[in-house]
């Protein structure tokens, strides 16, 4: 065997060693990405529970916003109602008021010039 041929075979034998090594790390190195992937990933069935949880939880928020939202506007009623009732009182009150002060205006004239002489 020639000398030549000797080195390039050691050459070879080095090269394959190494490219033997790479592919074992890479082989580890996704087996590991892999094993970590399984552990991390959700299955289908859990994330349609997840879903469905979740979509509950909304539909009760909503209906617990929606019976706050119809309290409130109960009691807002309740106090229109009851501002409505008050200034319908004053209306009356300031025309009874201005009946008043009319049939005032009508007569002291009419007492002074009668009784009085004015």
Do not use: C, W
């Not at 020639?2 to 490219?19: M, W, Y």
């Amino acid at each position: 065997m020639d000398k030549n041929d000797h080195d390039l075979l050691i050459r070879v034998d080095t090269k394959l060693g190494t490219l033997i090594e790479e592919v074992q790390l890479m082989r580890d190195n996704t087996n590991q990405r892999l094993s970590t992937v399984e552990q991390t990933k959700v299955e289908k069935s859990d994330f349609n529970d997840f879903k469905v949880n979740i979509q509950n939880d909304l539909n009760k928020t909503d209906l617990s916003f929606n019976k706050i939202l119809l309290e409130r506007s109960q009691h807002n009623d309740e106090l229109f109602k009851s501002q409505d009732t008050r200034i319908s009182r004053i209306e009356r009150n300031m025309y009874i008021g201005i009946g008043i002060l009319s049939a005032i205006q009508v007569v002291i004239p009419l007492v002074l010039k009668y009784v009085f002489n004015f």
